[in-house]
């Protein structure tokens, strides 16, 4: 027999606790929301097809060392330049003008114009001069574009913490711009200052190394961003030097037993360097000569095979 409504204005009783051992009743669930049911994707096997993409590489280097003359003798170079490192320099065999992408001030210039279709001609080389200079227009962007917190801001500083990630995340869309021209077979060529970061090692003390001059945290370094995107990643420097050290002087002075130009395509402790296999299965000697404006031994080493037993 169903129990008499409480009374007008009285307070409705409680619920019975649940019975020691027996789960109390849950409150029932919406039911959820479908979207649109994603179709599985069909796979096959098959070898890895890389032989008609492009190579992806990141030049770097001291000011005026000479990246842009070694872009330069790239086969086919279109330059999209942030800065004004190749304005005067003329192919090094022809001696003619280089092509490059005129109009390109700002960073959404540069995406627009690697997003541009049938700008740039099959089998080319696109040089990117430099990353470091992009950076900058990188920093320029956020603040134009972004806010902290709803409010605009007047300096890159004001993101604090974030800054650090907002540069990698733009630095990967790049890195996504060109995969499209490499995956199409061309080459591409990132060149960068060289700069310094302090590396920790778990075996020995703090030290020093040499790299692309690119925004580099714990938190966030669009400098292993590029060098795990590059295949190869070189370093523009002299053939032998030497630090010496008085006492009672703050700084060591650089003695040049040899001041000849050469490419390190290997790194070590002080520098970073690396390079894959070439698509002859063959990899590149860790030292190439670069003398002479014109020598171009680098890309004839890339491109058309090197053989240990022929150097």
């Known amino acids: 027999m169903p129990l008499p409504p409480p009374p007008p204005g009285s307070t ?37 097809a890389a032989d008609n993409e492009g190579e992806k590489l990141c030049v770097y280097g ?24 190749a304005r005067r320099i003329l192919h090094p065999q022809t001696n003619q003008p280089l092509n490059q992408v005129p109009g390109v001030e700002c960073w959404e210039d540069v995406r627009d114009a690697l997003q541009q279709d049938g700008l740039f001609p099959t089998g080319c080389t696109i040089v990117v001069d430099t990353l470091t200079k992009l950076e900058e227009w990188i920093q320029d962007y956020c603040v134009r574009t972004m806010k902290v917190k709803g409010q605009s801001v007047d300096s890159f500083r004001k993101f604090g913490w974030d800054g650090a990630d907002l540069i990698v995340e ?55 961003e590029v ?16 630090v010496t050290k008085a006492e009672g002087e703050r700084a060591g002075k650089v003695t040049q037993d040899d001041t000849t130009r050469v ?5 070590s402790l002080s520098y970073t360097a690396k390079t894959r296999r070439l698509k002859d299965g063959f990899k590149l000697p860790p030292i190439v000569s670069f003398a002479e404006e014109g020598d171009s031994s680098l890309w004839s080493f890339l491109f058309h095979g090197y053989r240990p037993e022929e150097a």
């Open 170 to 224: 733009q630095f990967r869309l790049l890195m996504t711009d060109l995969d499209r021209h490499v995956r199409k077979g061309t080459n591409v060529i990132l060149l960068a200052q060289q700069g310094q970061i302090k590396r920790s090692a778990a075996d020995s003390a703090d030290y020093l190394e040499d790299g692309p001059f690119i925004s580099h945290s714990n938190r966030a370094s669009a400098r292993e």
């Open 227 to 242: 060098k795990q995107w590059c295949d190869h990643v070189f370093r523009i420097g002299y053939a032998e030097y030497d």
């Open 12 to 48: 409705p009783p409680k619920p019975a606790a649940p019975l020691p051992g027996k789960p109390a009743a849950l409150p029932p669930r919406a039911a959820p929301v479908t979207k649109g049911k994603r179709e599985p994707k069909t796979f096959s096997v098959s070898t890895f």
């Open 263 to 267: 490419i390190f395509t290997s790194g």
């Open 62 to 85: 001291p000011s005026g060392i000479g990246k842009s003359t070694v872009a330069a003798s790239a086969p086919n170079v279109v330059f999209i330049s942030a800065d004004d490192g």
